[in-house]
Nanobody
Framework: QVQLVESGGGLVQAGGSLRLSCAAS????????MGWYRQAPGKQRELVAT???????SYADSVKGRFTISRDNAKKTVYLQMNSLKPEDTAVYYC??????????WGQGTQVTVSF
């Protein structure tokens, strides 16, 4: 049974920073794509950033230059460093680990709130 446990969310003022972490427990292939998604109230879940097991990254246009995704394969952990946060970044952030079609796991979500 694979579980993803997120941490690092919270309340921050606009312009501030937060670092999210997501640790995978259980047996999981090292060949996978890890990523972060977010869902704001009344909106659909959207992709924030992904990173492959070879370290290739991709970002949503709205976070490019402000957010950085990274991973530690030995710890089965993915991180999201969020700088220059804006109120529109407020959302529940979800961790995801996938290697389709074999597996697709989601975390429980962590709240990020950015105040004006």
């Amino acid at each position: 049974q694979v579980q993803l446990v997120e941490s690092g969310g919270g309340l921050v003022q606009a312009g501030g920073s937060l670092r999210l972490s997501c640790a995978a427990s259980g047996s999981i292939s090292s060949i996978n794509t890890m990523g972060w998604y977010r869902q704001a109230p009344g909106k659909q879940r959207e992709l924030v950033a992904t990173i492959t097991s070879l370290g290739r990254t991709s970002y949503a246009d709205s976070v490019k230059g402000r957010f950085t995704i990274s991973r530690d394969n030995a710890k089965k952990t993915v991180y999201l460093q969020m700088n220059s946060l804006k109120p529109e970044d407020t959302a529940v952030y979800y961790c995801n680990v996938k290697w389709l079609p074999t597996f697709d796991y989601w975390g429980q979500g962590t709240q990020v709130t950015v105040s004006f």
